[in-house]
């Protein structure tokens, strides 16, 4: 069990250019969660996958952004046109899927819009 | 919004037990209290889980109320490493509701030599 792994660390970007972050999940965890936290804050539910399926978005998630599960393994997040309230860390969790389990979390992505 | 209420921040000497409460006065049967802790710029840490009974595992114990509407998540010999903002999260999982977990502003507890 290696955890949850979460690549880049770190992203620095200018506005108006789209980015893409990967999450590996924990080997055999059909759940994998997507959250984003802003300084200061808690984070915040963006979506998550059962297996390949996106069961639920959060009205956060704009239009800019996109999350695929293609293969029901790791996951990517894409921000088009990032703009600088963008910035946060993106962080991304795994489960088992089964009631009462545990959500696991990577060391997130943080992203910094110039 | 979360269903929780932390204090916003504790002290807590080293080498003593830290006891966090938090308050979750309606959660429904079927709801279960997560705790979980972020030390800076890392990714939440779980600690600890319960639905009704009260649990302990090699990081912390739990201790739910009777009418499950409060609970405390005790630390027993806090050192300066336990320094973190805690979140008591309550969470719903029903089918494909998919139990994400819904983040409150935590308590920051700091632990002091």
């Known amino acids: 069990d290696t955890g949850v792994s979460q690549d880049p660390r770190h992203k620095i970007t200018k506005r108006g250019q789209n980015v893409t972050f990967r999450c590996d999940p924990i080997?055999?965890?059909?759940?994998l969660y997507w959250y984003r936290q802003t300084l200061g804050q808690g984070p915040e539910f963006l979506t998550y996958?059962?297996?390949?399926?996106?069961?639920?978005k959060s009205r956060l998630l704009s239009d800019r952004f996109s999350a695929e599960r293609p293969k029901g393994s790791f996951s990517t997040l894409e921000i088009q046109r990032t703009e600088q309230g963008d910035s946060a860390m993106y962080l991304c969790?795994?489960?088992?899927?089964?009631?009462?389990?545990?959500?696991?979390f990577g060391p997130g992505t943080r992203l910094t819009v110039l | 919004d979360a269903k929780t209420t932390q204090p916003p921040s504790m002290d807590c000497a080293e080498g003593r037990a830290a006891n966090l409460p938090c308050n979750h006065s309606?959660?429904?049967?079927?709801?279960?209290v997560y705790w979980y802790r972020q030390i800076h710029s890392q990714g939440p840490q779980y600690i600890i889980h319960?639905?009704?009974n009260n649990e302990t595992n090699e990081m912390a114990s739990l201790i739910i109320t009777e009418d499950r509407k409060s609970s405390t998540l005790i630390l027993p010999h806090a050192t300066l490493r336990d320094t973190a903002v805690y979140y008591c999260i309550v969470r719903t999982d029903r089918g494909n509701q998919g139990g994400k977990l819904i983040f409150g502003q935590g308590t920051e507890l700091s632990v002091k030599p």
């Open positions: 969790a795994s489960s088992l899927g089964v009631m009462g389990d545990t959500q696991y």
């Open positions: 319960g639905l009704k």
């Open positions: 309606t959660i429904s049967g079927n709801e279960y």
């Open positions: 080997s055999e965890h059909n759940r």
């Open positions: 996958f059962q297996n390949e399926a996106q069961l639920e």
